[in-house]
């Protein structure tokens, strides 16, 4: 029972670590990066769509263990994190 409780909690705050990456990736796309020399838009469109698809991949992950382990507000957290997820496809 701890062990899947690390695990899910390891799966989530690694997913927490991609969504931070990938919302700075985002913002590097729709705003441009502060020291950007050449116009590399579609590499921060590209980093950022990687970083959103392993934070889904991670929350599915733990979702799955939550189902044999329920969890309220991990649940929660998983929700809010995937709505961040989708928002920017």
């Known amino acids: 029972m701890?062990?899947?409780f690390s695990k899910?909690?390891?799966y989530i705050n690694f997913?927490?670590?991609c969504l931070?990456?990938?919302n700075r990736e985002w913002a590097y796309y729709k705003n441009g990066h502060p020291y950007n020399q050449a116009n590399?838009?579609?590499n921060h469109y590209?980093?950022?769509q990687k970083a959103y698809s392993a934070t889904k991949d991670l929350l599915q992950k733990a979702a799955a263990?939550?189902?044999e382990?329920?969890?309220k507000e991990l649940e929660e957290k998983v929700k809010s994190m995937s709505l961040c997820c989708n928002k920017h496809k």
């Open 40 to 42: 590399d838009n579609a």
């Open 69 to 71: 382990t329920p969890n």
């Open 46 to 48: 590209l980093k950022s």
């Open 20 to 22: 931070k990456r990938a």
């Open 65 to 67: 263990l939550l189902k």
């Open 15 to 17: 997913a927490e670590t």
């Open 2 to 4: 701890r062990d899947e």
């Open 8 to 10: 899910i909690k390891y």
